[in-house]
């Protein structure tokens, strides 16, 4: 079990292509079979969040975030909730969302950005894949963070002597690099001044296509970024980066 469904970690999967502009009309009717299948009979599940002139953004109830401009196509998993009056009392918040595993819902969110990308580029062969992302998104209180993370915020903070009390760090670096890729991570890890003093680690991880793909090799090429990104994930958990600093010290 990876450390990101124990701590209900949130996915994100997007997808980069060249990029082509196409009206925000053109956009929605492309995605027509998605909407439909969240039809209601009284009211629909989904909202359109944003519509403007090359992009649209829109959400399921169920929590899934779709969002298209002329490069990128991602969908995000995200908790909704729903304001319910009651009889003679004070409303009630109902979560509409599911909990699962982050490894389940990856898979989800995976299906659903390739399913997007079919409607909206199909076998197009003047549109290519340049890049894809898989984002881990997790709010924990400093006393559940991995060993590995931990270790790596404390060796960060070492100039300020264990008293650094807020932080915002941000490293982006490449973790492999072969002829046909480049696959680095964008690490954001922040502790904002706030009273819950909870941590956001937010982890991006991206390859990079040195020769563009073609719409035919999507599926398989995201599901080999959804496995790297989990095994690096996994990786800054345990913390062997950091055993050269073995002087760092995890309480």
């Keep these: 079990m990876s450390w990101c469904d124990k701590l209900a970690s949130r996915p994100t999967v997007g997808l980069t292509f060249n990029k082509h502009f ?41 929590g899934f975030r779709y969002g298209i401009d002329p490069a990128r196509i991602s969908v995000e998993f995200q908790h909704r909730v729903k304001v319910t009056n009651t009889s003679g009392g004070i409303p009630i918040m109902e979560l509409l969302s599911k909990q699962e595993p982050y490894t389940h819902m990856l898979a989800e969110v995976s299906k659903r950005t390739v399913d997007a990308a079919e409607l909206l580029i199909g076998s197009n062969p003047n549109r290519a894949l340049e890049k894809i992302g898989v984002v881990s998104t997790t709010i924990v209180s400093e006393a559940d963070l991995p060993p590995g993370i931990r270790r790596g915020i404390q060796y960060l903070s070492r100039p300020w002597h264990d008293e650094v009390e807020h932080y915002q760090f941000q490293v982006v670096a490449f973790t492999n690099r072969t002829d046909e890729w480049d696959d680095r991570c964008v690490h954001n890890i922040a502790k904002p001044e706030s009273e819950d003093g909870f941590v956001t680690l937010q982890f991006d991880y991206q390859r990079i296509f040195k020769n563009k793909k073609a719409m035919s090799s999507v599926k398989p090429a995201v599901a080999s970024v959804q496995d790297a990104a989990l095994a690096y994930f996994e990786k800054l958990a345990q913390g062997d980066m950091f055993d050269a600093n073995d002087d760092v010290a995890i309480d």
């Design 22 to 62: 196409r009206p925000s009309s053109e956009l929605l009717s492309a995605v027509v079979p998605v909407l439909d299948e969240l039809a209601g009979p009284i009211s629909d599940k989904f909202t359109l969040s944003k519509q403007d002139t090359f992009s649209i953004d829109f959400i399921t109830e169920s």
